[in-house]
């Protein structure tokens, strides 16, 4: 029981002995809430800049699209027949079992004979390549300006509470610090280009997809119902062959393998901070118990110089404890370069009032003069 008491005595004068800072950390007891909530979005429009740059050479396609004769062969009565061709006569001549009669003039008359209608068509794999493509970037062009609409923004919101206390001789400290710290940038739309705003350059686009419905080659394959294409797109000819559907095939393999490059973050967390920043509120505790301390206890001359080198004192431990590598020259340095800085930047103010005033001052006189002029005019 003795050998206890002597070991708190001997504690109770080495607190005694402590620097006042000293006891101040040694019996510190803080903690650092934070509750996060970032939210980032920035779109990437160069899909519009692919769009706009194929859609004329689609448009050339539909302009003068492909076609090919379909002959549609039917055996008829030869008073149903509409035109005699030279296939329907060497139909005729190679199926005489159509003969009814041979006069005696040689003339022939069948009883039926071959027609062939021709009608064109549009119905060819390359068109329907076209009408699949259309279909799909109006698709892909909906889906895409749906997904970036509005502006690019960054939300950075952070709520933070700051407790801590701590006993130094008689005196018992507290603090409690609330911080709401919210920064919203909201950027332009952007995706300007040729002088078109990013709104107008869209519906540009849009008219023209929606204008190309109305097309002849459109209309009959949908009237049709033409079986879309799939992948991989056949290599003919037409598509290896004209620039025109080189174009839209590089859209098509485009729109396939399209992977979105607008950038989303998100964090979204509530956490007790243990590191840098519970370590920086913890010396301002400091730094405000040691300034208010020598206020209090000096007057108000002596307290300044005490003040500034208590904090000083502080700042130079701090920087010590971050870095090894610094030494008294590097301090020395930094001390100075940053001294010079904002000696400059008061200097700079300081002109830029005096300008002002003197502004003031000029015009100010301008005006009394004027005044003296007008009443002199008066007498």
């Given amino acids: 029981m003795d050998i206890e008491i002597l070991d708190e005595e001997e504690k109770l004068q080495e607190e005694e002995q402590l620097d006042p800072t000293d006891k101040f950390l040694n019996n510190l007891s803080s903690t650092l809430f934070i509750k996060r909530d970032y939210d980032m979005k920035e779109f990437n429009y160069e899909w519009v800049d692919k769009l706009e740059d194929t859609i004329p050479y689609i448009d050339n396609i539909l302009r003068n699209p492909k076609r090919f004769i379909i002959n549609d062969e039917e055996i008829v009565k030869v008073e149903l027949a509409k035109r005699v061709t030279v296939e329907s006569v060497i139909h005729l001549s190679q199926h005489t079992n159509l003969i009814q009669k041979i006069e005696d003039n040689g003339d022939v008359k069948p009883s039926k004979i071959l027609n062939i209608n021709r009608e064109e068509s549009m119905d060819t794999y390359e068109n329907r390549f076209i009408f699949t493509l259309i279909n799909n970037t109006r698709q892909f062009f909906e889906n895409r300006t749906n997904a970036t609409t509005g502006n690019s923004y960054c939300l950075d919101k952070n709520i933070m509470r700051y407790e801590a206390i701590t006993k ?108 840098i920043l519970k370590n920086e509120y913890d010396q301002a505790f400091l730094m405000s118990f040691i300034a208010n301390k020598n206020l209090i206890n000096s007057s108000q001359d002596a307290s300044e110089t005490v003040i500034i080198n208590q904090m000083m004192k502080r700042l130079i431990d701090n920087l010590l404890d971050s870095s090894e590598e610094l030494d008294e020259d590097k301090i020395a340095y930094l001390f100075s370069k940053q001294l010079k800085t904002i000696k400059e930047k008061n200097e700079k103010r300081s002109n830029s009032i005096l300008k002002t005033i003197d502004r003031c001052f000029d015009k100010e006189l301008n005006n009394y003069n004027d005044i003296i002029r007008m009443l002199g005019k008066e007498a």
């Fill in 168 to 275: 130094v001789d008689a005196d018992d400290l507290k603090i409690s610090i609330d911080l709401s710290d919210i920064s919203k940038i909201v950027k332009e739309t952007g995706g300007e280009r040729n002088h078109m705003s990013l709104k107008d350059r869209l519906y540009k686009i849009k008219v023209q997809l929606d204008g190309f419905t109305g097309t002849e080659l459109w209309q009959t394959l949908n009237r049709l119902h033409v079986p879309p294409v799939r992948s991989p797109i056949r290599k003919t000819n037409v598509i290896l062959k004209n620039p025109n559907f080189r174009k839209a095939e590089e859209l098509w393999n485009y729109i396939q393998s399209f992977e979105s490059k607008d950038k989303k973050e998100k964090d979204k967390r509530d956490y007790y901070d243990r590191g």
